[in-house]
């Protein structure tokens, strides 16, 4: 091979160098940071893009999209003295790549340990019945003082998310028996709560039952006074209408003689009753007169005057 073709090679090898350093092409959501002889020069967006060969260099590549970052579990320490172990994500977003290149040297690692500083700043304002209640209280926080710091590194902090928190075994133990002993005394409350009731429903039941029967025994003595009071006066209304109807026959022609034999046929059976059923007798003196008997009593009928019609 003579000196020519390696000639040829080598600026072939050349032109090949300088076109892989002098085309760029950006993916979407990305920024890449070009540097001019070691100075800032520009920030390529998306797209392609031409450079000076051996004059500019990409110098960093940042990805625009939402970024989770895993915070480690790390102890902290609970108003009340109580350690517990907490650990969460963190989301984030770089904003803007320049700030993000050379505001920090690399804002993930000071970003996640920014996150349990101030995590640990504020699990130690609450105490440790409050930390599973005032979950979104402490990320709220987190996300808040993070923001703050991240600014001059062109990073967004979004949101700050607890995984876990997790409390020693002793603890544990206590909140269980906590637990438990709440349960026990809801359980208490309920059963006393349901005799309670069902003595009142049994209470109330009586009184109803009470109340109904005195109602049906007073409708009861209602009825029966009213039957008894209609009874009374049908029997006197039928009495009222016999003594007329009788007097009215009497009045009438042949009705005292009706009346005289009528008297006299019942004065006989009743004293022959009466003969049957006593053996001692005491007789009155005019008992041969019957006649003279019966025309007392027909006489003592006379006086009764048929109603005058109206």
Request: with cysteine.
């Amino acid at each position: 091979m003579d000196i020519a073709t390696l000639i040829s090679l080598a600026f072939l090898a050349l032109v090949i160098i300088a076109l892989a350093k002098t085309a760029r092409i950006v993916p979407q959501r990305s920024a890449f940071i070009v540097e001019r002889l070691g100075k800032y020069a520009k920030t390529l967006e998306a797209g392609f893009h031409v450079l000076i060969p051996f004059v500019d260099r990409v110098s960093y590549k940042h990805t625009l999209k939402e970024e989770a970052i895993d915070v480690p579990s790390q102890a902290c320490v609970t108003k009340d003295n109580i350690q517990v172990v907490v650990n969460g994500v963190l989301y984030l977003q770089v904003v803007d790549a320049k700030l993000a290149s050379y505001g920090i040297n690399d804002y993930r690692y000071a970003a996640m340990q920014l996150a349990q500083t101030t995590l640990r700043s504020v699990v130690g304002k609450i105490e440790l019945d409050k930390t599973f209640e005032e979950r979104e209280t402490i990320n709220t926080q987190v996300v808040l003082a993070l923001d703050e710091a991240a600014k001059p590194w062109g990073v967004k902090v979004l949101r700050y998310e607890i995984a876990d928190i997790e409390l020693p075994a002793t603890i544990l133990d206590a909140l269980e028996k906590q637990m438990r002993a709440e349960r026990e005394r809801r359980a208490v409350v309920a059963q006393s709560e349901g005799e309670r009731e069902a003595k009142i429903n049994i209470s109330e039941g009586m009184k109803q039952e009470t109340i109904n029967l005195s109602e049906a025994d007073k409708q009861r003595q209602i009825n029966e006074a009213e039957g008894r009071a209609r009874e009374i006066q049908l029997i006197a209304e039928a009495t009222a209408e016999g003594l007329r109807r009788v007097a009215e026959a009497i009045n009438t022609q042949g009705g005292k003689d009706a009346v005289a034999l009528r008297v006299a046929e019942q004065y006989v059976r009743e004293f022959g009753k009466l003969a049957k059923t006593n053996n001692t007798m005491i007789l009155p003196a005019e008992l041969s007169n019957i006649g003279a008997a019966v025309a007392a009593i027909t006489k003592t009928m006379e006086t009764v005057k048929a109603p005058r019609p109206e």
